[in-house]
């Protein structure tokens, strides 16, 4: 009686760690939740951009093109082609004073209401308490796909737009749904938040 006894008392032990050590997980998922919530996410810019195997500089334009780019430039957009590549940078504010950490994000792109790519970030990242960092989410479209309705020439000026020539607006929508994991586990944020900025 008394063995049987103390098996009771020896699970009952067991149970009550378990249990302890659940809502111990519970109580720091719902810590880290409120900690994501409290970070907010911005656009600072795009760079690295390159098309067609030419790295676009700040403020470059079709002027700057050598006799060689031009070629193969005009060659591509006969072909309806203009593949591009850059990346977008996201600027994160954790102003906890505990690290934030993220196991992947969400992400969808647009480019004038156009989605450019919707995907994911599967690099782990955490951004130190009281302190800011910077995610770069990197790209590769082709821009004549994406803006098929429109002209070649304004296929161009959006790519040298990406790299801050003087041309129209563009207006880049960044949505982004970042998750923690813990335990193995990936608690994702409750929404997509929606970032915009106006590349002028």
Do not use: H, W
């Amino acid at each position: 009686m008394k063995k049987i006894m103390r098996i009771i008392i020896v699970m009952l032990l067991i149970g009550s760690f378990t249990a302890c050590e659940q809502l111990g997980q519970l109580a720091q998922q719902a810590a880290q939740i409120v900690n994501l919530k409290n970070c907010s996410f911005d656009v600072s810019g795009i760079n690295n951009i390159n098309m067609l195997g030419i790295n676009l500089s700040k403020g470059m334009d079709k002027s700057n093109l050598n006799a060689a780019q031009i070629i193969n430039v005009t060659n591509s957009l006969l072909n309806k082609k203009l593949p591009v590549s850059f990346n977008v940078n996201i600027d994160v504010d954790n102003p906890n004073n505990i690290a934030a950490s993220l196991g992947k994000m969400d992400y969808i792109i647009a480019l004038n209401n156009k989605e450019v790519i919707s995907s994911t970030f599967t690099q782990g990242f955490s951004i130190p308490a009281n302190s800011k960092g910077k995610i770069a989410i990197p790209i590769t479209t082709d821009l004549f796909q994406l803006f098929s309705g429109e002209t070649a020439d304004a296929i161009l000026n959006l790519a040298f737009k990406l790299a801050g020539a003087k041309s129209d607006p563009v207006n880049l929508g960044v949505k982004v749904k970042p998750y923690i994991k813990i335990n193995n586990q990936s608690l994702a944020y409750p929404d997509f938040i929606s970032i915009n900025k106006v590349l002028n």
